[in-house]
């Protein structure tokens, strides 16, 4: 049975610690399925809209070869739902989540896979405010 691999995140300013966690993700099962959150999401969580748009993160999403799926989550409350309606075996998610989606182990999988080490978006959004 082919194994189906979800995970979450806003991918904002697309960097390479992005592309190394859906690689590994991918590399979990055969098909990868990506929630990307919305802008409306993410403002009300942080109070500041995403640097790149909502359609653009998922443009660059579905454009990676090792990305099948993309939907918008919507709200954070709804993990259950978004992985029982994408059949998903696994989810994947950072270690800085590491026990926080625990609670999803009635229904898949949970990994958490290590970040990549010395970058994030918020970093790279200071470094080019200073420049
Ligand atoms: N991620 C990773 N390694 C990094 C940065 C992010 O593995 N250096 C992973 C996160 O653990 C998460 C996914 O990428 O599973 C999406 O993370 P996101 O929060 O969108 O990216 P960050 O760069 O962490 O953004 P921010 O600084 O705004 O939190």
Redesign the pocket.
Known sequence: MSRRVI??????VF?V??V??LERAKQEGDYLIVGVSSDKLNFSKKQRYPVYSESDRIKILKSLKFVDEVFVEESLELKADYIQQAKANVLV?????MGKFDDMKKYCEVIY?????S?????IIEVVKSL
Do not use: A, K, Q, V
């Open positions: 995970t979450f995140g806003t991918f904002d960097h610690g992005h190394n966690i998610m950072g270690d800085d989540w896979l290590p970040r990549t080490p970058i994030s978006t918020t970093e």
